[in-house]
């Protein structure tokens, strides 16, 4: 008995002591880990309180599990910013690598070139988003790395990407035999760079994450830019009792770094199944941004969606319904804090209903909830947004921006909601319920 409680202080003194660290190295984004380690220490926990378990096994298990735990998905790749030096330095002119070069960490094939900030092209500057160095592919270029991750998970790879010349450029992202590829041509803010995310399935334990150029331009000079590539696995939200829509708050999504202030772009994704955005597909050409509290103003939580582009820019999710059922769609719809240039609105369908919605300032609040009713003509049934406006912002008149949605919900029309506010110490228990 004593053991047995001398292990359960340690074991609760370890976790409390993990989440205190996550929370404060990772912010709201150290949750995921809270998630898998709920997990894997639940099966610890279970195999070390059996009696006929000996002393070497649960050490074994102990120190496998702390294995599992030095790596959980999460966070900037190795050298994922390029500013780990090379053997020889970074090179002080404009040069390119061909073939092996020695980029710590990654692999590269074709021509691919280390650039640095401040780096003149021509009469043009090189953008590098984030730090003093970044990657520049050439025609049919690529790097690439290997990764160690969880067989049948889902994970999703945040990284920021530039453009150098006038011409079409584009970038592919690949963990084979997944594939997409990304149109660099539209810039969405004036920063000339954007971070996006895009999710994939992984089929082994080991697999390789690549970047490749799949351009042929005529200027050999030219090629997108890559920096600051980070990896999160994801989690699917459990579905309420009281709400049909999955991740309706938008809180569960790609990785995002608290020192960029531009959000994350989520690309064309039709597969709801590998969405860096679980439950929720992007339909549309253009991609919809991912914002946090900490540089926008979001409706409720710490995560929420900015819709860009109008029409170009729709979010969609089939959710389960029962034929002949009267349903409410309510849905919060606010201002981004982002200098967005008003007037603000959203297009709201539900199954065969739609709504255009106005965003009304209020000067109590920067957003509003919105109800759509509809009755469900079958048992799965989408609910989709899109911004009715092209809008920018006001002090430089060219970044895209647009109206934020958020806390989405569908339930049968009538039912009971509870609603809970100034938590407070109660956060406490929550985590505490979460992990045991």
């Given at each position: 008995m004593l053991q047995s409680s001398s292990r359960g202080k340690a074991f609760c003194l370890f976790v409390l002591l993990f989440a205190l660290l996550a929370t404060a190295i990772l912010g709201e984004d150290g949750i995921c880990l809270l998630r898998e380690l709920r997990f894997r220490f639940r099966n610890f926990w279970d195999k070390s309180s059996t009696a006929s378990n000996s002393s070497s096994s649960l050490n074994r298990d102990w120190q496998r599990l702390c294995r599992e735990i030095c790596y959980l998905g999460v966070g900037l790749l190795a050298n994922g910013d390029f500013e780990t030096p090379p053997s020889n330095g970074f090179p002080r002119?404009?040069?390119?690598?061909?073939?092996?070069?020695?980029?710590?960490?990654?692999?590269?094939?074709?021509?691919?070139?280390?650039?640095?900030?401040?780096?003149?092209?021509?009469?043009?500057?090189?953008?590098?988003?984030?730090?003093?160095?970044?990657?520049?592919?050439?025609?049919?270029?690529?790097?690439?790395?290997?990764?160690?991750?969880?067989?049948?998970?889902?994970?999703?790879?945040?990284?920021?990407?530039?453009?150098?010349?006038?011409?079409?450029?584009?970038?592919?992202?690949?963990?084979?035999?997944?594939?997409?590829?990304?149109?660099?041509?539209?810039?969405?803010?004036?920063?000339?760079?954007?971070?996006?995310?895009?999710?994939?399935?992984?089929?082994?334990?080991?697999?390789?994450?690549?970047?490749?150029?799949?351009?042929?331009?005529?200027?050999?000079?030219?090629?997108?830019?890559?920096?600051?590539?980070?990896?999160?696995?994801?989690?699917?939200?459990?579905?309420a009792q009281d709400n049909a829509v999955i991740n309706g708050d938008f809180e569960e999504g790609p990785w995002m770094f608290q020192n960029v202030s531009l959000g994350v772009l989520l690309p064309t994704k039709l597969d709801e199944e590998t969405s860096s955005l679980p439950g929720w597909t992007v339909e549309s050409n253009r991609a919809v941004r991912y914002i946090d509290s900490y540089h926008y103003s979001v409706p409720q939580g710490k995560r929420a969606v900015e819709l860009l582009s109008g029409k170009e820019g729709i979010i969609s999710q089939m959710v389960e319904t029962t034929p002949n059922k009267p349903?409410?769609?309510?849905?919060?719809?606010?201002?981004?804090?982002?200098?967005?240039?008003?007037?603000?609105?959203?297009?709201?369908?539900?199954?065969?209903?739609?709504?255009?919605?106005?965003?009304?300032?209020?000067?109590?609040?920067?957003?509003?909830?919105?109800?759509?009713?509809?009755?469900?003509?079958?048992?799965?049934?989408?609910?989709?947004?899109?911004?009715?406006?092209?809008?920018?912002?006001?002090?430089?008149?060219?970044?895209?921006?647009?109206?934020?949605?958020?806390?989405?919900?569908?339930?049968?029309?009538?039912?009971?909601?509870?609603?809970?506010?100034?938590?407070?110490?109660?956060?406490?228990?929550?985590?505490?319920?979460?992990?045991?």
């Open positions: 002119e404009e040069s390119q690598l061909d073939g092996p070069t020695d980029i710590p960490s990654w692999k590269t094939n074709g021509s691919v070139e280390l650039v640095s900030a401040g780096q003149k092209q021509g009469a043009m500057i090189l953008i590098v988003p984030g730090g003093t160095h970044a990657v520049r592919l050439g025609n049919d270029a690529q790097i690439s790395q290997e990764l160690t991750v969880e067989k049948g998970s889902i994970y999703s790879v945040t990284f920021s990407a530039a453009r150098t010349c006038a011409q079409l450029e584009s970038i592919n992202v690949s963990v084979p035999p997944a594939s997409t590829t990304i149109d660099l041509q539209t810039v969405y803010n004036v920063q000339a760079w954007d971070p996006y995310a895009w999710a994939f399935e992984a089929e082994e334990d080991k697999v390789s994450l690549v970047f490749t150029n799949p351009g042929m331009e005529d200027d050999p000079a030219c090629g997108p830019i890559i920096d600051d590539i980070a990896i999160k696995k994801l989690f699917t939200p459990d579905k349903y409410t769609l309510s849905f919060a719809l606010g201002h981004a804090g982002d200098k967005c240039k008003e007037p603000l609105a959203v297009m709201a369908f539900a199954g065969d209903q739609a709504q255009n919605v106005h965003y009304t300032p209020d000067s109590n609040s920067t957003f509003h909830t919105t109800d759509l009713n509809f009755t469900a003509k079958a048992e799965r049934t989408r609910i989709a947004f899109y911004s009715v406006y092209y809008n920018t912002r006001t002090d430089d008149m060219s970044s895209l921006c647009g109206p934020v949605v958020d806390d989405i919900r569908v339930r049968h029309s009538g039912a009971w909601r509870i609603g809970f506010g100034g938590l407070g110490l109660v956060g406490f228990w929550v985590v505490a319920s979460f992990l045991f």
